[in-house]
């Protein structure tokens, strides 16, 4: 049998990852996982049984779900896995890209491959260049030099469980992955909801902020013209890349 004080301390440690709100709201389909591999393991080693797995898993499901119903109204901001073009936005010229977080200049690349990487650390976001160690706050989708000067980063592509996807641009496309989406949303349908959350998020439209894509709403909505979500090109320059 084992000892008290090991499932006391496995419980407080699943509990610590269940509580961290940061990682939910950051990475909700990582943060569930995180918390189900927690209850696995217990399992496997005789720490639970398998009620109170389910009844874990349960809780660390809920949080998911509440997570994600919170993001749906969220701006855009900058996601992981994103492929960015960084466009001065003084002179609209693109001076380099991100990928999955790494940065490669386009004016003047290192030799060594790449120029920078995008760290979070609790609610800060940053590119640390590579070869300076200075640091850019990354704040929605701005990158603002320490001199001030702001650079819009302009999605291309999100890569997505091993796949680089294009971002949606054609409404139609659009409006069908949020209905599937809202079905996925409301049964619970996880597999279907981790699918469709990071296309909507790279997408170039947004839930209207006037009608919040309301059926009785969107209808009569001016802002959207009744389609329930807009367009989010004007509000970026557009990349010359």
Not at 41 to 70: K, N, P, R, S, T
Not at 154 to 160: D, E, G, L, N, S
Request: proline share 4%.
């Amino acid at each position: 049998m084992l000892p008290p004080e090991l499932k006391k301390e496995w419980l407080a440690k699943w509990r610590r990852i269940l509580d961290d709100n940061a990682s939910r709201m950051d990475n909700p389909e990582a943060y569930r996982m995180m918390c189900r591999w927690e209850t696995r393991d217990m399992l496997e080693a005789g720490v639970i049984d398998e009620m109170e797995q389910f009844e874990m898993d349960e809780l660390a499901d809920a949080a998911y779900w509440h997570a994600v119903e919170e993001l749906v109204t969220t701006p855009a901001g900058y996601t992981y896995g994103g492929y960015y073009d960084v466009i001065r936005r003084a002179t609209s010229e693109c001076v380099g890209y991100i990928r999955s977080n790494t940065y490669y200049s386009s004016i003047g690349p290192g030799a060594d491959g790449f120029d920078g990487k995008v760290f979070r650390d609790k609610t800060a976001l940053r590119l640390v260049f590579r070869s300076d160690n200075q640091a850019w706050a990354i704040n929605g989708l701005v990158l603002t030099a320490p001199s001030g000067e702001l650079y819009d980063l302009v999605q291309t592509a999100q890569f997505i469980y091993g796949k680089v996807y294009p971002i949606i641009c054609d409404a139609d496309t659009y409006r069908a992955l949020v209905d599937c989406a809202q079905v996925a949303l409301e049964s619970r349908d996880f597999e279907s909801y981790r699918k469709a959350r990071p296309l909507l998020l790279s997408a170039q439209f947004t839930k209207c902020g006037a009608c919040l894509d309301r059926f009785g709403q969107r209808e009569n909505c001016s802002t959207c013209a009744g389609n329930g979500f807009v367009n989010t090109a004007g509000t970026q320059p557009t990349s010359p890349a």
